[in-house]
């Protein structure tokens, strides 16, 4: 369970959310701007290589419009939809306020993407007074298969009028053919955005430099209208190379333009200067003091005042010039000049980064640079710090990429804490298999050298063993019995302060009810109740009022029940939590206690709600997967609905054949089994849908077909195929577009 639901949400930083300025000198290209704005379409790809000018061009064309213009500057953090399409959404917003339901739907940690949030910012789009434009700067960035399907479905549905327009290195892998086919995307590419003669003029004279008409000719011949490559070549003439003609032989070719970067540029300018210039490439983004820290230095703000002014592909990411960062192009051969020249001082330059970013707020960056110097202590600290508040805001893709670090670099087992967090973290997403390789990590991981003991300690104060303790007792590998005894050492060990606190209540609390102590159970899920609303820990408290309504039905006291309910339904609500692993437990009590009031359709609605979420009810958390489904179950079967009531009862008795020692819980699952088997076959509706139809679900509602959505799910398109029939069977649709109506109108796809 994790501490606290609200928690780190994406560092949204005002340089990615605004076009760059268009400074003196920059040429002008009104025939592509004219060309963009002519497009009746509502995608446009601007491709081309590095320095074309692509960033240029859409900023020139968001002035045209009047600003009215979303801009989202992509980086790799964007590699996790979350993160995307909260960048996407303040973009729009600031054109015109949307729909904020469309925030609140960002905030789960198990939020389908595509069918959910991407739907909403359409409807937000579609409700705008007028057309809106949204740009997205460097899309070659995002490798997230996830976040390009989140893309392709914005493009394809976005009202008549408004638009996307993506510029990057190579074409982004959208379903192109489909957008094509359908008269729904443009494209600009490298041979419009070459100069021409014309321009090629204007660029070199703001540069400074006055060739005359042969050598003009000469130039643009040479360069191939590539606007960077001239501009390099004026920078070179400016800087003092004598050899008029030498610099103009671009070819594109990295190796080439590294060597004439060498030889043509870097060799004019003073070694002071050249020193900073690939020094501070290590940085993506870079400020004064940064810079000073990075370099052991100081006055390299007004080193990069110099730089803006002399226009030396440096650009300026906020109004009062604090904040910079190099042409993209520009930066990578300035860093392959480092790793050529200095390559034994990358590392450090790496780790004073990560130092600086970390003591001045930017601790995701301080992760990225001390993952790229290889300090792995660093990293673990400040990933055991962010773990969950990242997970609780949604950004699970990035999580994964964290721990994915360790795994990769076979780190795992030299940091528990880091271990504990990320079985924990696979628990919490329905991974078992996951769960129990990082658990078992844990759990061998050797005792740390005293030197080392600060940085393979938990954050919060509290002893390993008890970290240990509380993963044994989430995880319920040894039996309900070992649960509880886990939770109360963890319990005895956590700091007073520990967010785990309420965490471990509930689990020791749970294990009393599972092994039929209720009494002893609802004392100290109370507790839990009311240590966690002090705390702020809106997980526990929600499950912990879960499973006292459990205990209410036990007694047969079903106003207390449906208190209890009512409540964990308002903490769900204020916590966002609506795809938090346990929120199928609130919604199966919730279900029974308005079955008992007499409440078809709302019982109904909670039972759509819980069964979204059923995938994420495995062995991994076994204790409260059975007991939810064992209650979904009986509200099945209340209302007749045979065909569910042996679906959910199924996955309890798989879950069972692993963890079987639950307690009382096996016996329950065999009491309602007896039910059934008494009970007339019924006809199979949406309830009867398996976990794997439930995964497929939210991709049937999304552009992608079969064997897409095959490759997304790691199937076969048979596979798919076959799922995909007995979803339309069960729901009694004939097609895929009336299968996505059925489950909407059912509630099987959050709304």
Not at 311 to 330: A, G, S, T
Request: with cysteine.
């Amino acid at each position: 369970m994790t501490s606290e639901r609200a928690g780190h949400a994406p560092e949204l930083v005002e340089w990615k959310l605004r076009p760059p300025s268009i400074r003196p000198g920059i040429v002008a290209r009104p025939a592509l701007v004219d060309f963009l704005e002519a497009q009746p379409v509502p995608l446009i790809c601007v491709v081309a290589p590095p320095g074309y000018g692509k960033t240029t061009l859409l900023a020139q064309w968001a002035e045209r419009r009047d600003r009215r213009v979303g801009w989202v500057s992509v980086d790799k953090r964007d590699n996790d939809p979350v993160m995307l399409l909260t960048s996407i959404a303040v973009a729009l917003d600031r054109l015109e306020p949307i729909d904020p339901t469309v925030f609140r739907s960002l905030g789960a940690p198990s939020v389908s993407a595509l069918a959910t949030v991407v739907p909403r910012l359409v409807s937000a789009v579609s409700a705008m007074t007028g057309p809106a434009a949204l740009v997205l700067d460097h899309v070659e960035q995002l490798e997230n298969q996830e976040c390009l399907d989140a893309v392709a479905e914005l493009a394809l549905a976005l009202p008549t009028g408004s638009r996307i327009v993506l510029a990057a290195r190579h074409t982004p892998p959208l379903p192109v053919a489909l957008l094509r086919a359908r008269g729904r995307m443009a494209e600009v590419g490298a041979a419009e955005l070459a100069m021409d003669q014309r321009e090629a003029r204007a660029l070199l004279e703001a540069a400074g430099v006055a060739p005359s008409e042969a050598e003009l000719g000469d130039i643009v011949e040479r360069a191939e209208g590539w606007p960077v490559g001239l501009y390099l070549a004026a920078l070179a003439r400016k800087a003092g190379n004598p050899r008029h003609h030498a610099g103009f032989g671009f070819t594109g070719d990295d190796r080439f333009m590294a060597d004439y970067l060498r030889s043509e540029l870097l060799a004019h300018l003073s070694p002071e200067l050249v020193e900073f210039l690939t020094r501070t490439a290590v940085l993506e983004r870079m400020c004064g003091p940064l810079c000073d820290a990075v370099l052991a230095t100081s006055g390299s703000g007004d080193t990069l005042a110099l730089l803006e002014e002399s226009n030396l592909l440096l650009v300026p990411l906020d109004r009062r010039r604090e904040w910079y960062r190099y042409h993209q192009l520009f930066r990578e051969l300035l860093l392959a000049e480092l790793e050529r020249s200095e390559p034994e001082l990358v590392p450090r330059l790496r780790a004073r980064a990560a130092a600086w970013c970390e003591a001045n707020g930017l601790p995701e960056a301080a992760i990225d640079y001390a993952q790229a110097a290889g300090d792995a202590d660093r990293v673990a600290r400040l990933v055991a710090g962010r773990v969950f508040g990242t997970y609780a805001s949604g950004r699970f893709d990035t999580v994964q990429g964290w721990l994915g670090w360790f795994e990769e670099h076979g780190l795992v087992e030299r940091y528990p804490p880091v271990a504990v967090l990320g079985a924990c973290i696979q628990a919490l997403v329905g991974r078992p298999a996951g769960a129990e390789r990082w658990a078992n990590a844990a759990g061998a991981a050797s005792p740390p050298a005293p030197a080392a003991e600060g940085t393979h300690r938990p954050a919060d104060g509290s002893t390993m063993e008890a970290h240990l303790a509380m993963m044994r007792g989430i995880l319920c590998r040894d039996g309900v019995a070992r649960m509880r005894a886990d939770a109360q050492a963890a319990r005895a060990g956590l700091s007073p302060a520990s967010p785990w606190l309420t965490a471990v209540m509930v689990i020791e609390g749970a294990a009393e009810v599972v092994q039929g102590q209720l009494d002893r159970g609802d004392a100290i899920l109370a507790q839990a109740v009311e240590v966690g609303t002090d705390a702020g820990a809106f997980p526990g408290v929600s499950t912990a009022l879960a499973e006292r309504g459990l205990v209410a039905i036990e007694r047969g006291d079903w106003p207390a029940a449906g208190t209890l309910a009512d409540r964990a339904l308002g903490v769900v609500a204020a916590g966002r939590l609506e795809d938090y692993i346990m929120s199928p437990l609130v919604h199966a009590v919730a279900a029974r206690t308005a079955l008992h009031r007499g409440e078809l359709t709302g019982a109904r609605n909670h039972l759509a709600r819980a069964a979204r979420l059923r995938p994420l009810l495995t062995y991994a958390v076994p204790w409260g997967a059975v007991q939810t489904l064992l209650q979904l179950g009986q509200a099945y079967l209340a209302l007749d609905d045979l065909a569910g009531a042996r679906t959910v009862l199924g996955q309890a008795r798989d879950i069972l054949q692993l963890r079987p020692d639950l307690g009382v819980l096996p016996a329950e699952v065999e009491a309602l089994r007896s039910r059934l088997d008494m009970a007339r076959d019924a006809g199979r509706g949406a309830s009867s849908l398996t976990t794997a139809e439930l995964r497929l679900l939210p991709l049937l509602a999304t552009h992608l077909s079969f064997t897409e959505i095959g490759q997304r799910l790691y199937l076969s398109k048979h596979t798919v195929k076959t799922q995909a029939i007995s979803i339309y069977r069960k729901l009694g649709a004939s097609s895929r577009s009336e299968a996505v109506q059925r489950v909407q109108e059912v509630g099987l796809l959050a709304g």
